[in-house]
């Protein structure tokens, strides 16, 4: 009673927050500078115009009488700056934009010359030389052109170009966890389940501009500590009256199609869009053959911009899909008729209002609903007719949540401050039942209704000491009331240096995180069956983790090189594990965790406009210790052996991705990647699998502005090798064969 009264009450006090405060939606930044000439002396009254390279987006301004603008709520992307005053050269230079960014820039202008040529910038700094975090931004281009990576089920564009980024047993792992943040124009889509879903989470052909960050957040970045990535989705801006058809099939009788349509004006934007995909191979099987894999999905998606008043945007993004699975089977399996399924619903709705009080005030409302369902239904027959006679599993699980979030952030002067507050209401509905297969026509069955909520608050703010140094601290109160009620307040603290003249930015970062735990619970029939497999059930407790962080980037002729260290210590560490035999998938936590790794990436400028190079690189270690503290108690001793740290199942030591992009003669690009994993833990360890590799490459060929053909080709040698065999969804997974397809791309304008 105590507890829902604690519940409610801060609920009350989000929701009229939420009425008196507007909030910053996370996915803007603001652009400032200086104006100057040789002599860096200030120019007033110099026009800039603001233009995204990938839409009709713009924004003027005009420098003051000490040569500084600043251009709020600039959402995150790729941007041509062009600055022109009479007597001086054109000013023209390209960058990008960080969400929650301010770097304070400088502008050059030369005096102008008899021929009144522009001055082309092609250095333009475009790195955020303020931020402690590890980030990677992938925009729409990129993500046309990597093999496979517009697939609604694949994550291509996460693991080629994040380091210590993986798929394993169905599941992204980044830096050795698999609890990750989605985040759409801002905007969390809340999940507290672990490792229920195995569909995705957002379709990458909607996507315009996505933020990964792995490291290093600020307080208002939340605190899925292993990965958050930013969606902001596509517009309209870039559409004028255009309907887009994508249609593409493949071996597997594969299939990923869309039709999307888009227009803007001066003061409304949208997008919308219809999507269908189906293979013979959705989920990694368990053994070369694909037996029993089938998976179908629709989705829909639309985006509406609306600019009321200058100073005013209305921003709504919604989303529902559904996806269908075969569990794959072995060969005994499919003689044994075992035909198990999985049935996934995903559907949410964000909404934002961004004010512009003055210039550097910056005030948001963002409301927002999620519902997720995923259900596990098993058949086969009575009695079974494989050897162990495993159950016949059913695990269904909705989950509602309910929220909102809202903070004020002030760029002003030295200082780009946020504060706010994000919480949200939770209720889940789960049924599992276990059936007996060896003739006792034995049942255990369970109905589970469970509510909960999250509430925080956070402030951070980034203090630019010097224009070579700047100094980020922040804090995140949480407060977690379910099954557990729990409290944490954690630090954020970081610092960027940039180096004068030579323009490497060192960095260094320490924080601590609290992610809340699932509201699953175990009792009744369930929890008898449980015993009889001589196994229990603890209370879920929040992860709680420590992070520290050193890294150095250093910019070479357009060329940016990174390297990181991170080491990662967490209590209560989040992981999954089956009932007995039942292929039903619950909740633990291991009482310890590390993760240490070194991180490397490399990202070269378009080389004469034609080719572009990248690498990423990760050396780390993945162990656990001590106990079982929370969830499916099925070994009460040490997890390891010797008392001490062992390899967690998802350990590997060495992953590499590197690959390019070119712009060939008549019209065709071209793309390859090449991976390689040193190779997972193999059973209970210490020994790993053996390395693997893949590459992949994709063609296109446009003829004209409206009409394209594609290819894509992914493991092209169709190389084959046992991935894992760890105890998660599905069991043992073999990789993906080699999978090849053709698209045809039209626009046309309606």
Same mark, same amino acid.
């Given at each position: 009673?105590?507890?829902?009264?604690?519940?409610?009450?801060?609920?009350?006090?989000?929701?009229?927050?939420?009425?008196?405060?507007?909030?910053?939606?996370?996915?803007?930044?603001?652009?400032?500078?200086?104006?100057?000439?040789?002599?860096?002396?200030?120019?007033?009254?110099?026009?800039?115009?603001?233009?995204?390279?990938?839409?009709?987006?713009?924004?003027?301004?005009?420098?003051?009488?000490?040569?500084?603008?600043?251009?709020?709520?600039?959402?995150?992307?790729?941007?041509?700056?062009?600055?022109?005053?009479?007597?001086?050269?054109?000013?023209?230079?390209?960058?990008?934009?960080?969400?929650?960014?301010?770097?304070?820039?400088?502008?050059?202008?030369?005096?102008?010359?008899?021929?009144?040529?522009?001055?082309?910038?092609? +250095?333009?700094?475009?790195? $955020?030389?303020?931020? %402690?975090?590890?980030?990677? *931004?992938? &925009?729409?281009?990129?993500? @046309? /052109?990597?093999?496979?990576?517009?697939?609604?089920?694949?994550?291509?564009?996460?693991?080629?170009?994040?380091?210590?980024?993986?798929?394993?047993?169905?599941?992204?792992?980044?830096?050795?966890?698999?609890?990750?943040?989605?985040?759409?124009?801002?905007?969390?889509?809340?999940?507290?389940?672990?490792?229920?879903?195995?569909?995705?989470?957002?379709?990458?052909?909607?996507?315009?501009?996505?933020?990964?960050?792995?490291?290093?957040?600020?307080?208002?970045?939340?605190?899925?500590?292993?990965?958050?990535?930013?969606?902001?989705?596509?517009?309209?801006?870039?559409?004028?009256?255009?309907?887009?058809?994508?249609?593409?099939?493949? +071996?597997?009788?594969?299939? $990923?199609?869309?039709? %999307?349509?888009?227009?803007? *004006?001066? &003061?409304?934007?949208?997008? @919308? /869009?219809?999507?269908?995909?189906?293979?013979?191979?959705?989920?990694?099987?368990?053994?070369?053959?694909?037996?029993?894999?089938?998976?179908?999905?629709?989705?829909?998606?639309?985006?509406?911009?609306?600019?009321?008043?200058?100073?005013?945007?209305?921003?709504?993004?919604?989303?529902?899909?559904?996806?269908?699975?075969?569990?794959?089977?072995?060969?005994?399996?499919?003689?044994?008729?075992?035909?198990?399924?999985?049935?996934?619903?995903?559907?949410?709705?964000?909404?934002?209002?961004?004010?512009?009080?003055?210039?550097?005030?910056?005030?948001?409302?963002?409301?927002?609903?999620?519902?997720?369902?995923?259900?596990?239904?098993?058949?086969?027959?009575?009695?079974?007719?494989?050897?162990?006679?495993?159950?016949?599993?059913?695990?269904?699980?909705?989950?509602?949540?309910?929220?909102?979030?809202?903070?004020?952030?002030?760029?002003?002067?030295?200082?780009?401050?946020?504060?706010?507050?994000?919480?949200?209401?939770?209720?889940?509905?789960?049924?599992?039942?276990?059936?007996?297969?060896?003739?006792?026509?034995?049942?255990?069955?369970?109905?589970?209704?469970?509510?909960?909520?999250?509430?925080?608050?956070?402030?951070?703010?980034?203090?630019?000491?010097?224009?070579?140094?700047?100094?980020?601290?922040?804090?995140?109160?949480?407060?977690?009331?379910?099954?557990?009620?729990?409290?944490?307040?954690?630090?954020?603290?970081?610092?960027?240096?940039?180096?004068?003249?030579?323009?490497?930015?060192?960095?260094?970062?320490?924080?601590?995180?609290?992610?809340?735990?699932?509201?699953?619970?175990?009792?009744?029939?369930?929890?008898?069956?449980?015993?009889?497999?001589?196994?229990?059930?603890?209370?879920?407790?929040?992860?709680?983790?420590?992070?520290?962080?050193?890294?150095?980037?250093?910019?070479?002729?357009?060329?940016?090189?990174?390297?990181?260290?991170?080491?990662?210590?967490?209590?209560?560490?989040?992981?999954?594990?089956?009932?007995?035999?039942?292929?039903?998938?619950?909740?633990?936590?291991?009482?310890?965790?590390?993760?240490?790794?070194?991180?490397?990436?490399?990202?070269?400028?378009?080389?004469?406009?034609?080719?572009?190079?990248?690498?990423?690189?990760?050396?780390?270690?993945?162990?656990?210790?001590?106990?079982?503290?929370?969830?499916?108690?099925?070994?009460?001793?040490?997890?390891?052996?010797?008392?001490?740290?062992?390899?967690?199942?998802?350990?590997?030591?060495?992953?590499?991705?590197?690959?390019?992009?070119?712009?060939?003669?008549?019209?065709?690009?071209?793309?390859?990647?090449?991976?390689?994993?040193?190779?997972?833990?193999?059973?209970?360890?210490?020994?790993?699998?053996?390395?693997?590799?893949?590459?992949?490459?994709?063609?296109?060929?446009?003829?004209?502005?409206?009409?394209?053909?594609?290819?894509?080709?992914?493991?092209?040698?169709?190389?084959?090798?046992?991935?894992?065999?760890?105890?998660?969804?599905?069991?043992?997974?073999?990789?993906?064969?080699?999978?090849?397809?053709?698209?045809?791309?039209?626009?046309?304008?309606?």
């Amino acid at each position: 009673m105590e507890r829902n009264f604690v519940f409610r009450g801060c609920v009350y006090l989000l929701l009229v927050a939420a009425c008196s405060f507007p909030a910053f939606a996370s996915i803007f930044g603001t652009v400032r500078g200086i104006v100057h000439d040789s002599q860096h002396r200030p120019i007033s009254s110099a026009h800039l115009l603001l233009q995204s390279k990938n839409s009709d987006w713009k924004r003027e301004a005009f420098t003051d009488d000490e040569g500084k603008f600043q251009c709020d709520a600039v959402p995150a992307g790729e941007y041509t700056i062009r600055i022109s005053h009479d007597g001086f050269r054109d000013y023209l230079a390209d960058f990008g934009v960080a969400a929650d960014s301010a770097p304070l820039r400088h502008f050059p202008l030369e005096l102008a010359s008899v021929t009144q040529k522009i001055e082309v910038s092609e +250095n333009a700094q475009s790195l $955020d030389t303020t931020s %402690s975090a590890s980030q990677t *931004t992938v &925009t729409r281009e990129i993500i @046309a /052109s990597t093999p496979g990576a517009t697939r609604a089920n694949g994550l291509d564009l996460i693991t080629d170009y994040t380091p210590g980024a993986y798929m394993v047993h169905d599941q992204l792992h980044v830096r050795g966890g698999h609890q990750v943040s989605w985040l759409i124009d801002g905007i969390p889509v809340p999940n507290t389940n672990i490792a229920s879903d195995v569909g995705p989470q957002f379709d990458p052909k909607d996507m315009d501009v996505l933020e990964i960050q792995r490291g290093g957040y600020s307080a208002d970045y939340g605190d899925r500590t292993y990965g958050v990535f930013n969606v902001i989705p596509r517009s309209g801006f870039e559409r004028d009256r255009e309907i887009e058809l994508l249609a593409t099939y493949g +071996n597997f009788h594969q299939t $990923d199609s869309q039709i %999307s349509i888009g227009d803007h *004006t001066e &003061t409304l934007a949208y997008y @919308a /869009s219809v999507s269908a995909n189906r293979t013979d191979i959705g989920l990694m099987p368990p053994q070369p053959d694909a037996l029993h894999a089938d998976n179908n999905g629709v989705s829909g998606f639309t985006s509406l911009i609306f600019n009321t008043t200058p100073n005013d945007q209305l921003r709504l993004a919604a989303s529902t899909r559904a996806d269908f699975f075969q569990v794959p089977n072995t060969s005994d399996e499919q003689v044994a008729n075992i035909r198990d399924t999985q049935h996934e619903r995903d559907g949410f709705l964000n909404f934002s209002w961004v004010h512009t009080l003055n210039p550097g005030l910056l005030l948001t409302v963002s409301p927002f609903v999620h519902g997720n369902r995923a259900d596990y239904d098993g058949f086969s027959l009575i009695p079974s007719l494989l050897p162990d006679q495993p159950p016949i599993p059913t695990d269904h699980n909705h989950s509602l949540y309910e929220g909102a979030q809202v903070t004020l952030a002030i760029t002003t002067g030295r200082h780009n401050a946020r504060i706010g507050t994000y919480g949200f209401a939770q209720q889940d509905h789960s049924l599992f039942r276990v059936v007996a297969t060896d003739g006792s026509d034995s049942i255990a069955s369970e109905t589970d209704t469970s509510s909960g909520g999250l509430f925080t608050l956070f402030a951070e703010d980034q203090f630019r000491a010097t224009d070579w140094l700047t100094f980020n601290a922040g804090v995140r109160y949480t407060h977690f009331s379910a099954g557990v009620v729990e409290d944490h307040s954690n630090p954020r603290l970081g610092t960027a240096l940039r180096v004068p003249k030579l323009g490497w930015v060192a960095r260094a970062f320490y924080g601590r995180y609290y992610q809340a735990p699932p509201l699953t619970t175990v009792s009744g029939p369930l929890l008898q069956f449980a015993s009889s497999q001589g196994i229990a059930f603890l209370p879920l407790h929040g992860e709680t983790d420590e992070q520290r962080e050193f890294g150095l980037t250093v910019p070479f002729r357009g060329w940016t090189m990174d390297v990181a260290n991170f080491q990662t210590h967490a209590r209560n560490f989040f992981d999954h594990d089956v009932l007995g035999n039942s292929n039903i998938f619950f909740p633990l936590s291991i009482e310890r965790a590390r993760i240490h790794g070194w991180e490397s990436t490399v990202h070269s400028p378009r080389i004469r406009k034609l080719l572009d190079f990248y690498l990423t690189y990760s050396n780390q270690m993945i162990e656990g210790a001590g106990v079982i503290t929370g969830g499916l108690l099925s070994n009460p001793g040490q997890l390891c052996d010797n008392g001490g740290f062992c390899y967690l199942d998802h350990d590997q030591r060495n992953t590499l991705s590197t690959g390019f992009h070119a712009a060939l003669p008549w019209r065709i690009s071209a793309s390859a990647n090449v991976s390689y994993g040193s190779g997972f833990l193999n059973g209970n360890g210490p020994l790993h699998f053996p390395g693997h590799r893949e590459a992949s490459l994709s063609f296109s060929k446009s003829f004209g502005e409206r009409f394209s053909l594609g290819f894509t080709a992914q493991n092209v040698s169709d190389g084959r090798y046992l991935l894992d065999n760890s105890n998660t969804f599905g069991g043992t997974h073999w990789n993906y064969p080699r999978q090849i397809s053709g698209e045809l791309r039209y626009r046309f304008h309606f």
